[in-house]
């Protein structure tokens, strides 16, 4: 079996997070780390491996973004993949959800997996459905949020919560399965692991490599056009203790909710 | 003509909250664009009258499909088919795990462009621009469609069920073709509820807990602390700890699971993840209680206290019921 895991770079959770006010994009400079969701699904695939039910071949890292993006493919091996795909081309760059979809899709069907893995929603775009876009186009089925995951023969039995509880359902490979962070603790990399990310082998890839149409894709091309930005209705800021003396603290608390009827 | 095709969920006869609002949404917006809102159901023998009642709504027409239930990639299948073979410039969405999966595979069948986690949509010119809050709500973005058809996922409870009075709209059956990998995924069991019946849908209080507890034991505090409020009082949970197993699923706040608005919700080792924002923020008052003075919570509490839970919750209980007497 070989597994693709896709991964992103996405701004350091220490770091401010803001928008391009000039183009309305989200502005991707500053620090930048593996997106912390990602790392439940290289987890998993290295469980799969190692659950020995199917013998997995080759777990591969794949991303599409900028130079700074082998960063994130440097951890995704560090933390268990064999090699990684580097999609970057100033073509696919402000692309929208169903245009980034798109052009991983392409990035994959070069590799033919059989089965792509993928966190259940970047820490930054806020957005859980890459995963549907890019199993449409590789006309595989495809399941989010999965927080259970057991190998049977050619195929995959999901667990998962939806709305009215939850569901058990049978996927058969190849598959494209989105994990949810309950489904496993990912591990820490060794050192060694760490040294040796950069010497496996990375592939930097091209729009043209992958066969992805260049006019659907990139921020012109893209069906969903982010005209504004605007802040949101100002909401009077909440009151804030910084617990020093707890029984002081409590004390706080409960003259708060007094004052509110609440007890 | 500007018509609107709207997703409606149902499950075991009842047609999903968060459906009803994006079908009375979908009306009042194909009113404003000239155009008229259907609504579809895809499903396993979906009675005449379910799909009938979505008039109620403001549907003039509900089309009704049969196909598997529960699995996104059927219902894109079914609204493709519909969508090639109608008049429709926007497809809605009410949200929720359903409405993402089934929005997004929508987007890359179509080529269409997709705005989710959207909380307001207004008419502009023949046009609809979708308005979603992104960094963590700090910012607002409007997004508009170049392609053909648009796809609004609305953000879970974002728009306000209406019912109009318009009696019972015309069910037609819709036939389509299931592509070969949506018949790939087959539902094995659904709905299963895991952990104890609880209801804490009627409760004036709620102490919810999260992650932070740290583990299943830690809930015993905020079960102490419901206890002192008293009867009225009940204990609810975030996502993360119900599939982790130290709650029961039916106390589950957010996303894809119950949405409330007590009098107090009072949220422990929560850090305010936009899925369990959504289930809670009308609550009239909300104070949390996290070591970490960076969680999103604070963003949206009325009282924050940055603290440790497993010093101030006992002391909190104690000093409820000597309040109390």
């Not at chain 2, 306000?160 to 019972?168: D, L, R, S, V």
Request: overall charge negative; hydrophobic content about 45%.
């Amino acid at each position: 079996m070989k597994i693709c895991v896709l991964v992103k770079e996405v701004p350091d959770a220490a770091v401010e997070k803001r928008l391009n006010n000039s183009t309305g994009r989200m502005d991707r400079s500053g620090e930048k780390n593996l997106n912390p969701y990602d790392t439940h699904a290289i987890e998993a695939a290295m469980q799969i491996r190692e659950g020995g039910v199917a013998p997995v071949e080759e777990i591969v890292a794949v991303t599409m973004g900028p130079e700074s993006a082998v960063r994130a493919l440097h951890k995704a091996v560090s933390l268990g993949a064999d090699r990684s795909v580097h999609l970057s081309d100033e073509a696919v760059a402000g692309s929208d959800v169903a245009a980034t979809g798109y052009a991983l899709a392409q990035t994959l069907r070069r590799e033919s997996p059989d089965l792509v893995l993928l966190g259940q929603q970047s820490d930054d775009g806020e957005c859980y459905t890459i995963g549907a876009v890019v199993a449409e186009h590789l006309g595989m089925p495809s399941l989010t949020q999965v927080i259970k995951m057991d190998v049977e023969t050619g195929a995959l039995r999901c667990e998962r919560q939806a709305e009215y509880g939850y569901d058990t359902v049978q996927v058969s490979l190849p598959a494209v399965i989105s994990v949810g962070d309950a489904i496993n603790e990912p591990r820490y990399p060794s050192l060694k692991a760490i040294m040796g990310a950069k010497k496996k082998p990375l592939e930097t890839v091209g729009a043209a490599d992958v066969e992805i149409d260049t006019s659907k894709v990139g921020g012109e091309n893209s069906a969903a056009r982010w005209i504004a930005a605007k802040a949101p209705p100002a909401k009077a800021a909440g009151e804030i203790i910084e617990d020093e003396d707890t029984a002081e603290t409590v004390e706080k608390i409960v003259a708060w909710l007094d004052e509110r009827k609440l007890i | 003509m500007t018509n609107i095709l709207v997703y409606a969920l149902h499950y075991e006869g009842a047609i999903n909250k968060n459906s009803l609002g994006a079908v009375s949404e979908g009306a009042k917006l194909a009113a404003e664009l000239g155009g008229e809102a259907h609504a579809i159901l895809v499903g396993e023998g979906v009675p005449q009258d379910l799909a009938a009642s979505l008039g109620n709504y403001g549907a003039s027409k509900v089309l009704v499909a049969e196909g598997p239930e529960g699995l996104a990639q059927p219902v894109v299948d079914a609204m493709g088919a519909a969508i090639s073979g109608g008049d429709y410039k926007y497809a809605l969405f009410g949200g929720g795990l359903l409405g993402f999966e089934i929005g997004a595979g929508l987007a890359a069948r179509l080529g269409a462009g997709v705005a989710m986690e959207v909380t307001a949509v207004r008419a502009e010119g023949g046009e609809l621009i979708a308005e979603r809050p992104i960094l963590g709500d700090s910012a607002i973005s409007e997004i508009s469609y170049r392609s053909e058809v648009g796809i609004v996922i609305g953000r879970l409870n974002a728009f306000e069920i209406k019912e109009t009075g318009a009696g019972a709209a015309a069910v037609e059956q819709l036939s389509f073709e299931l592509s070969p990998h949506a018949s790939q995924a087959k539902m094995i069991t659904r709905g299963e509820q895991r952990g104890a019946d609880v209801d804490i849908e009627g409760a004036d209080i709620l102490v919810a807990g999260g992650r932070g507890l740290g583990k299943a034991e830690g809930f015993q505090l905020c079960e102490e602390l419901a206890g002192a409020f008293g009867n009225n009082a009940a204990v609810a949970a975030t996502r993360a700890v119900v599939d982790a197993g130290w709650y029961p699923y039916a106390a589950q706040i957010g996303q894809t699971g119950k949405t409330v608005s007590p009098k107090l919700y009072l949220a422990a080792g929560i850090s305010g993840a936009i899925q369990h924002k959504v289930g809670m923020q009308s609550s009239e008052n909300i104070v949390a209680i996290n070591k970490d003075s960076n969680a999103p919570i604070f963003e949206f509490s009325d009282l924050g206290i940055v603290g440790d839970l497993n010093k101030i919750l006992p002391k909190l209980t104690e000093a409820v019921k000597a309040k109390k007497g």
